[in-house]
């Protein structure tokens, strides 16, 4: 079994498609990124829903004790490692510098002291006090 980790275009869900041994998963599982973390222990990935977990207090997994090689790269790609599967994950999963707009110009945005720096390439840029 497999399970397919794939997301959108701007990384803001990342998606689960397949199962994992268990069973877990047989239909897609799409997730916001800004609501999903990751742990390890040994060779198993945990996704952990951070929503549910600030609500209960307690940590929630979407996803406990999965063994990295049962996750596949959107290219249908097998990880070497843990750490490969890990960082593969954190790397949709973290918050970007830069965005597309939906009209498809580059939105960069730069945290400089208290001044927030805004570009968009081919129109211009603004910079904004914060305090």
Known sequence: MSLK????????????EGSSSDGNF???????CRNVAISTEGNNINIIDKQRT?????????MY???FDEFLKSNNGYF???????????????PKRNIVSLDGSKVNFELNGSILNISIR????TALNLF
């Open 26 to 32: 047989t239909d897609p599982s799409v997730l916001l």
């Open 80 to 94: 070497d490692d843990i750490l490969e599967c890990r960082d593969y994950i954190e790397d949709i999963i973290s």
């Open 54 to 62: 600030v609500s209960k207090g307690t940590t929630s997994y979407h």
């Open 122 to 125: 081919g129109i211009g840029s």
């Open 65 to 67: 004790g999965v063994p």
């Open 5 to 16: 980790i794939t997301t959108d275009d701007l990384n803001i869900t990342i998606s689960f």
